[in-house]
């Protein structure tokens, strides 16, 4: 067991699966020589070749077109959209093939690939660097969307995504990247995917998130225990598409109260859906409203105030007291 | 020496053998087999009687909307004929003569233009991918089976295909460059049909020829005349060899014409006029290739007589039994089929919830 940050452990996973097969192939731009911005693929140049951690021309959409027809041919792309804010360029070949081609086929062909993109604010980026649009993806039929929130799931996700026989979006936030370190096991370990996680038992609170959003509500959590004597049991999603329910559902059904935390805008969010399903599954064993701590409906401000517009324990807090006064 | 000249390899050529009055240029001629002739001819009559009957069961409301490739044959059969069965083929949405070269069954066909998805099956044995609706997206994943088959080091070659429109598209532009920066084995095959549903040619690029884009990625391009299939198939193979032999890619121009409607939906009297869709006409690639099949004594008037029979028959066949599979696939379930290698619970819910609905136990509220 090292301690890895979230960038080792991702690199971990890709060396790894690389190491086991030949059809693992990572592409996109800087992924190469400069071992990507963000340092996710270093050193696999050294190790691989220029083949299999391939450097492409500036283009997204090629980047995404052209790993849909390697994933056809059998192989199993991993490319990079340096960021998250630059993948509309390639939006339609994720939303008109890779989502798809199973189904255009009728079974003929499939498209196991897995599309990397860092998301999310809170590293004082640029225009179009922080934005969390995870939520297009996960509208799409045929596509899964998994966001890890720490160093040792993004591991196991990332493994388990490359050998999923789907196409899989994997987000990764940009302040989870070298923020802390996580034990991470060099022996093999996946998760699976669809399937979120109990990371804090409790009786009194469902608190429901996902990827960076997981720390300021644990540590929302630990408040509430600290302070209030409030039990809060938190879920990590971990696969945003296809949603697990389950799990949250029964927690819900056992607490009678639910908080959503999320980054992106809260109108049509994954806390909308998360709600809606609380409504249909666990109606009846509601005894307050649920809540939802989200980012707000407009775009992410530049950095100076980007504090203000990310969940903050205060603001999770806030919103958690006033749905355990209810009722 | 502020200014110089930069030597650029900038060779465009348009290749013709067989012009429209079916005169031929002996020196040009590829050296064809002649059953390879009479096969060709076949193919390309099939797909201009396959058109016509897939138009009439449109018309008569037994399938929906398709593109009509009439015109266009000899640029279709011509390029893949110069393909393996081992070699992949990446449609867009008008090559049902190429797809039926390559061996789709033309009830399929005739089944996904009728609604049903069972249509798009691939079959197990074929390289060829389904037919690509978005104007162009296709490209790219030519270009990436182009990649595998370099990364793999196989003899495979990628032929895909699109239209005139499609060279304005960003795609287009993308994967050219990407397949001249990776040398990938893909046969870019432009079917310059002069109309892009309403937008001629002219409006579509300020450029003399399409192919020319070729050699701003470093890539070989020709133009030919896509209603000559001898100059198609003698530019198609000599693509395919060079690709073959990892020479790279090449972008292939065939100058042909829509002579129908973009699909059964449009009208193409609002924007065009008769006597350009008649100028054409006099065009005909199946016209000019019966007189050099026949000047060659290769066939007779007897034998294109039989084989019209022939095609007609194996059109009807295909027909009666799409219609005949059409009568049994009436669950509407399938449509939950193929979402993914497994079912994700949400989506098992909500095929019982369809399920609960067809049995009529869903209770009226």
């Known amino acids: 067991m090292a301690k890895m940050t979230m960038v080792q452990a991702l690199n971990m996973a890709l060396r790894q699966e690389m190491e086991k097969d030949d059809r693992v192939v990572v592409l996109g731009e800087d992924v190469g020589v400069d071992g990507g911005v963000f340092r996710i693929t270093d050193g696999l140049i050294d190790q691989f070749g220029d083949k299999r951690s391939l450097d492409t021309p500036l283009a997204e959409s090629a980047i995404v077109g052209m790993s849909i027809g390697m994933a056809i041919y059998g192989l199993r792309p991993v490319c990079e959209i340096q960021f998250s804010g630059f993948s509309y360029h390639n939006f339609h070949q994720i939303e008109n093939h890779a989502s798809r081609y199973r189904w255009r086929s009728q079974g003929r062909y499939h498209v196991p690939m897995v599309l990397r993109a860092p998301y999310s604010g809170g590293v004082r980026a640029l225009e179009h660097h922080s934005e969390s649009r995870e939520i297009y993806y996960a509208h799409m039929p045929g596509i899964k969307m998994v966001i890890p929130s720490g160093p040792r799931n993004a591991r196991s996700l990332l493994i388990s995504a490359i050998r999923d026989p789907d196409p899989v979006i994997f987000f990764e936030s940009k302040a989870l990247y070298r923020a802390f370190r996580e034990e991470v096991p060099e022996d093999e370990e996946t998760l699976p995917i669809g399937k979120s996680q109990i990371v804090r038992q409790g009786s009194d609170l469902t608190m429901i998130s996902y990827g960076a959003m997981m720390r300021p509500t644990l540590e929302a959590a630990s408040e509430l225990e600290k302070n209030d004597g409030v039990q809060a049991e938190v879920i990590d999603l971990l696969t945003i598409s296809p949603l697990d329910d389950e799990t949250f559902v029964r927690s819900v059904k056992k607490t009678g109260r639910a908080i959503v935390v999320h980054e992106a805008p809260r109108s049509f969010g994954p806390g909308a859906e998360i709600a809606a399903r609380l409504v249909e599954k666990a109606f009846f064993y509601l005894e307050a409203p649920i809540a939802r701590v989200t980012g707000f409906d407009i775009i992410i401000p530049l950095f100076s105030r980007e504090k203000s517009y990310i969940p903050s324990v205060q603001r999770i807090l806030r919103e958690a007291k006033k749905i355990l006064n209810t009722g | ?365």
Not at chain 2, 252 to 272: F, L, S
Not at chain 2, 291 to 315: G, N, R, S
């Open chain 2, 1 to 365: 020496m502020p200014r110089k000249k930069i030597n650029i390899p900038c060779k465009m050529e348009f290749l013709s053998v067989l012009d429209e009055k079916g005169k031929l240029d002996k020196n040009l001629e590829p050296d064809i087999p002649e059953d390879l002739l009479l096969k060709l001819y076949r193919a390309m009559l099939l797909g201009r009687r396959f058109d016509e009957r897939m138009l009439s069961l449109q018309r008569q409301g037994r399938i929906g909307t398709f593109a009509p490739t009439s015109g266009q044959e000899a640029s279709q059969v011509g390029s893949v004929a110069a393909l393996r069965s081992s070699d992949w083929m990446v449609p867009s949405f008008r090559e049902a003569a190429a797809q039926i070269w390559r061996g789709a069954p033309m009830e399929n066909i005739i089944l996904y233009f009728g609604g049903y998805n069972e249509g798009g099956r691939i079959e197990d044995t074929s390289k060829d991918l389904p037919i690509s609706v978005p104007v162009a997206s296709q490209i790219l994943h030519a270009v990436g089976l182009g990649w595998a088959v370099n990364y793999r080091k196989t003899d495979e070659v990628v032929m895909v295909f699109f239209g005139d429109g499609a060279t304005s598209e960003g795609d287009f532009h993308e994967g050219m460059n990407f397949a001249g920066v990776y040398q990938t084995p893909v046969i870019f095959l432009c079917q310059n049909n002069q109309w892009a549903i309403s937008i001629p040619l002219s409006r579509q690029t300020h450029s003399e020829t399409l192919a020319q884009k070729a050699l701003g990625y470093g890539i070989p391009g020709i133009q030919v005349d896509g209603n000559d299939i001898l100059a198609v198939y003698a530019a198609a193979k000599e693509a395919v060899e060079r690709a073959r032999s990892g020479g790279g890619p090449t972008m292939i121009e065939c100058v042909t014409y829509r002579v129908t409607m973009h699909t059964t939906a449009d009208d193409p009297k609002r924007y065009r006029t008769e006597d350009e869709v008649e100028g054409w006409k006099k065009k005909d690639p199946l016209v000019r290739f019966e007189k050099y099949l026949m000047d060659k004594k290769v066939a007779t008037k007897d034998k294109f007589q039989a084989i019209e029979t022939e095609v007609k028959e194996e059109i009807q066949a295909a027909v009666d039994r799409a219609e005949e599979q059409m009568k049994k696939l009436d669950d509407p379930l399938q449509m939950f089929e193929h979402a993914y290698a497994e079912l994700p619970s949400s989506l098992k819910e909500q095929r019982a919830e369809l399920a609960e609905e067809l049995k009529g136990m869903h209770k009226e509220k």
